[in-house]
C-alpha cells in the first residue's frame, strides 16, 4: 500500500485530506504537535521514519493579517518550513504535493490567472508561500504544486462560519464587494488533490472550485441559506482596510487541469451548501 504523509494533517484542509484518503492508503497524518516543519532534523527524522512515497505538505502559517506582522515567522513557517520539506522529500525520492494560494498574485491582470502567469505577491503571505514554491522547484525532482483559494470547511476558521455566525447574534453586516475571487471548499479540493497525484500530475496547477464571487456574494448565499433575516450591506475594501494588501481579482483559471484529465470541481455556491449542511446549518427549504 502508498504510504503518504501529510503535514498540517489537523487543519482545515488537512481534515479532510486525510478523511479523502481514508483506507486506501497508509496515511500518517502530522501536524506541530509531532514535528516543527521549521525544524530541519525533526522534519528529517519523522520523514525517514516513515519512508513515504507521497508527502502532501500543507503545514502552513495562514492567518494573513498575521504573516503581515510576523514576516519572520511567515518566511519562517511557509519558506524554510517548505524547503525543509523538500530536503527531506528528495532524500526519501517521495513525490512532493505542495499546497499555495492565489496570493502569489497581484491581481492587476484582472481576468483568470493561468499556471504560466508571473507571480508577483503583495503581501507577506504571498510572498512567504512563494518562497516555499521556489524550494519545492529547487530541490525536489517529482513535484507537483497546486494554487488554491479562499477555502473554507468544517474543520478551521473560515470567512463562512464568522458572517453566519455574526448574522445569527443579529449583527448588521458589511461586507466587502469588490475584490473578486473562487471561494473553495476543503472537502472538493482534497478529492481534487487526490485525483491530481493518482494521475501523477507535476509542475505547476490551478485548483478551486468554478464560478466567481466576492465576500458579499459569499455572505448573501450563506446566511440565506442559513435562514437568516439580516440587513446585510456591500461596501468598497477602502471601508474596511486590513493590514495585509488583497490582490482585487484573483480568480485562478487552469492550463493544465483539463489537459491532465483532472475533473472541475463543483460551483462554489454546492461547496457552501455542503458546508452548511455538514455543520446542520441548512435550513430546509432554504436550498437554492
Ligand atoms: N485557507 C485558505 O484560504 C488557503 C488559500 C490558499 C492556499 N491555502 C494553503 O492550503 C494549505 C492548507 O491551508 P488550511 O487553511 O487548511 O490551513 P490551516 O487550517 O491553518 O492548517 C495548517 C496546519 O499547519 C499547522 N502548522 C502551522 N505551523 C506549523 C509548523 N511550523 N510545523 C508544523 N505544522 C504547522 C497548523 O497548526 P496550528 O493551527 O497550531 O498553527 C495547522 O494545523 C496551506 O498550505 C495554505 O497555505 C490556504
Redesign the pocket.
Known amino acids: 500500500m502508498l504510504r503518504i504523509l501529510v503535514?498540517?494533517?489537523?487543519?482545515?484542509?488537512?481534515?479532510?485530506m486525510c478523511e479523502v484518503l481514508g483506507s486506501d492508503y497508509e496515511v500518517t497524518p502530522?501536524?506541530?504537535?509531532?514535528?516543527?516543519?521549521?525544524?530541519l532534523e525533526p522534519?528529517q527524522k519523522a520523514v525517514r521514519e516513515v519512508s513515504p512515497q507521497v508527502i502532501i505538505?500543507?503545514?502552513?502559517?495562514?492567518?494573513?493579517e498575521a504573516c503581515e506582522d510576523e514576516l519572520e515567522r511567515a518566511l519562517?513557517?511557509?519558506s524554510v518550513?517548505a524547503m525543509n520539506i523538500a530536503m527531506a522529500a528528495s532524500e526519501a525520492e517521495a513525490y512532493l504535493v505542495?499546497?499555495?494560494?492565489?496570493?502569489v498574485f497581484d491581481g492587476a491582470k484582472g481576468e483568470p490567472y493561468i499556471e504560466t502567469d508571473v507571480p508577483s505577491p503583495i503581501n507577506h503571505?504571498g510572498l512567504s508561500?512563494l518562497r516555499?514554491e521556489r524550494h519545492v522547484q529547487e530541490l525536489v525532482s517529482k513535484h507537483l504544486i497546486?494554487?488554491?483559494?479562499?477555502?473554507?470547511?468544517p474543520?478551521?476558521?473560515?470567512f463562512i462560519d464568522t458572517i453566519v455566525a455574526r448574522a445569527s447574534g443579529g449583527a448588521v453586516l458589511k461586507v466587502v464587494n469588490d475584490q473578486r475571487g473562487s471561494p473553495?471548499y476543503?472537502l472538493d479540493?482534497a478529492r481534487g488533490i487526490r485525483q491530481a497525484f493518482e494521475r501523477k500530475v507535476e509542475g505547476v496547477l490551478h485548483m478551486t472550485n468554478t464560478g466567481v464571487a466576492t465576500w458579499f456574494d459569499v455572505a448573501s448565499y450563506a446566511i440565506g441559506l442559513a435562514g437568516i433575516e439580516t440587513d446585510i450591506t456591500a461596501i468598497p475594501g477602502s471601508e474596511y482596510p486590513t493590514r495585509a494588501k488583497r490582490p482585487p481579482y484573483s480568480v485562478l483559471g487552469s492550463a493544465v487541469a483539463e489537459a491532465a484529465g483532472i475533473d472541475a470541481l463543483p460551483h462554489w455556491r454546492e461547496g457552501v451548501k455542503h458546508h452548511l449542511r455538514r455543520k446542520n446549518l441548512l435550513k430546509e427549504g432554504a436550498a437554492r
Open positions: 503535514t498540517g494533517a489537523r487543519g482545515m484542509l488537512g481534515s479532510d502530522y501536524d506541530i504537535e509531532d514535528f516543527d516543519i521549521v525544524d522534519t505538505h500543507l503545514a502552513a502559517f495562514t492567518d494573513v519562517g513557517v511557509n518550513g505542495y499546497l499555495s494560494t492565489d496570493y503571505y508561500k516555499g497546486i494554487r488554491t483559494s479562499w477555502l473554507f470547511g474543520n478551521g476558521k473560515n473553495t476543503s479540493l
